[in-house]
C-alpha cells in the first residue's frame, strides 16, 4: 500500500521499511487523529457504563419505569459503540493513506459506503470469518501440541499428569495460539480494509500498477461504481 504525502497530491509506494514508516506516521502527524478516534469510542462506552450502573440501580429500588429507560440508552450506546469500531476501521485506513483528519477521514469514508457502491463489496466479503475460523484451527492445533506435549514427557514436572493438568495445558496453548493468531493475521484485516477504500477512492492508481488484480475485481463487482474509465497501460 501507498501513502499520500502531506498537502501534495503523489502518493508514495515504499519499497522497504513500510511498517516502520507507517509507525513513524502514526506517532507523529496522524496521532492527534487516531487519538480523537479513540476518545469518541471512550466516551460512548462510559456512557454506557453509566447507563448500565443507573440500570442496576434501579433495578435494586424496584423502580422499573427508570430500568426500562436505562435498559433503553444501554441497548443504543452499546449499538452506537460497535457502528464506531467498525467505522473507525475505514477512517483510520483513510487516515493512514491520506494523512487527512479524523473528521474528514470520517466522512470520506462514510461517502464511500454511500456513494460509491463500496458496501457491496465490504459485504461479500468473507475475510472475517476466514480469520475466525483460521484463529479456531490454531487454537486446536496449538491445544493438541500441548496435549502431545504432557503426553510424552509423562507428566508436568511436580503437577503430575492428572487430568487436570492436561486440560490446564490444552486451555492455555489454545488460549495463546489463538491470540498469536489474531495479532499476526491482524495486518491481513487492515490490508482488506486498506483496499476496499484504495478502490473506491483512487482505482486508476490500481488499475495502472495493478491491472490483472483491478480486471478481476471490475468482473466480480460490475455493479460497484468506480468513478473512472478505463485507462489505457
Not at 5 to 17: A, R, T
Not at 24 to 45: K, M, N
Not at 159 to 166: A, D, Q, T
Request: glycine letters at 10%; one cysteine or more.
Amino acid at each position: 500500500m501507498g501513502m499520500q504525502q502531506p498537502n501534495s497530491d503523489k502518493i508514495s509506494l515504499p519499497s522497504s521499511h513500510t511498517t516502520a514508516k507507517s509507525l513513524g506516521r502514526a506517532l507523529t502527524t496522524s496521532f492527534g487523529s487516531i487519538c480523537f478516534g479513540s476518545l469518541l469510542v471512550s466516551i460512548i462506552r462510559t456512557l454506557k457504563f453509566i447507563a448500565q450502573m443507573a440500570k442496576n440501580d434501579s433495578a435494586s429500588d424496584g423502580n422499573i419505569l427508570c430500568c426500562v429507560v436505562a435498559m433503553c440508552f444501554e441497548c443504543i450506546l452499546a449499538c452506537l459503540a460497535d457502528i464506531l469500531d467498525y467505522f473507525n476501521k475505514y477512517a483510520y485506513t483513510e487516515i493512514a493513506i491520506y494523512g487527512k483528519s479524523y473528521c474528514e477521514g470520517g466522512k470520506d469514508a462514510w461517502n464511500l459506503f454511500q456513494y460509491k457502491g463500496i458496501d457491496m463489496i465490504i459485504n461479500d466479503c468473507l475475510i472475517g470469518y476466514v480469520l475466525g475460523m483460521g484463529s479456531f484451527l490454531s487454537a486446536i492445533l496449538c491445544a493438541f501440541a500441548g496435549f502431545l506435549f504432557v503426553f510424552t514427557k509423562g507428566g508436568l514436572g511436580t503437577l503430575g499428569n492428572g487430568v487436570g493438568v492436561y486440560v490446564g495445558v490444552c486451555l492455555i496453548s489454545a488460549f495463546i495460539g489463538m491470540w498469536l493468531f489474531l495479532v499476526l493475521l491482524e495486518v491481513v484485516d487492515s490490508g482488506t480494509a486498506a483496499t476496499f477504500v484504495c478502490l473506491a477512492e483512487d482505482p486508476a492508481t490500481i488499475q495502472r500498477q495493478q491491472p490483472r488484480f483491478f480486471e478481476s475485481i471490475q468482473q466480480r463487482f460490475p455493479e460497484v461504481s468506480w468513478g473512472m474509465q478505463s485507462i489505457a497501460y
